[in-house]
Nanobody, 128 residues
Framework: QVHLVESAGGLAQAGGSLRLSCAAS????????MGWFRQAPGKEREIVAA????????RYADSVKGRFTISRDNAKATAYLQMNSLQPEDTAVYYC?????????????????????WGQGTQVTVSS
């Protein structure tokens, strides 16, 4: 099994930045594509970004393109989400997730049921 632990969530002002980390079991980290999802109160969970096993391919939800950057360091078994130009609408619990299938054309990278393992989430709150 793969254990995922999110960290570095917190409070930011509109226009500010936060960098989330997702520490994973080192043994199998490079065997998984990684995704970041978020869920605001009363709303369904939605994709934020995803990255392929090697880091060569990334995908983003339209709502965060140009503002957020997903990355990974396989040597450290860690995925990251750099969030810039934060808006109050970005307030949510953010989850990292691992997918045994790699990102590719036609893949369901944006679907929560594509992913096999989930972290417990970290709260991100953006004030205006």
């Amino acid at each position: 099994q793969v254990h995922l632990v999110e960290s570095a969530g917190g409070l930011a002002q509109a226009g500010g930045s936060l960098r989330l980390s997702c520490a994973a079991s080192e043994r199998t980290f490079s065997s998984y594509a990684m995704g970041w999802f978020r869920q605001a109160p009363g709303k369904e969970r939605e994709i934020v970004a995803a990255i392929s096993k090697s880091g060569g391919i990334t995908r983003y939800a339209d709502s965060v393109k140009g503002r957020f950057t997903i990355s990974r360091d396989n040597a450290k078994a860690t995925a990251y989400l750099q969030m810039n130009s934060l808006q109050p609408e970005d307030t949510a619990v953010y989850y990292c997730a691992a997918d045994g299938r790699d990102l590719r054309y036609g893949s369901s990278w944006y679907r929560s049921d594509e992913y096999n393992y989930w972290g417990q989430g970290t709260q991100v709150t953006v004030s205006s």
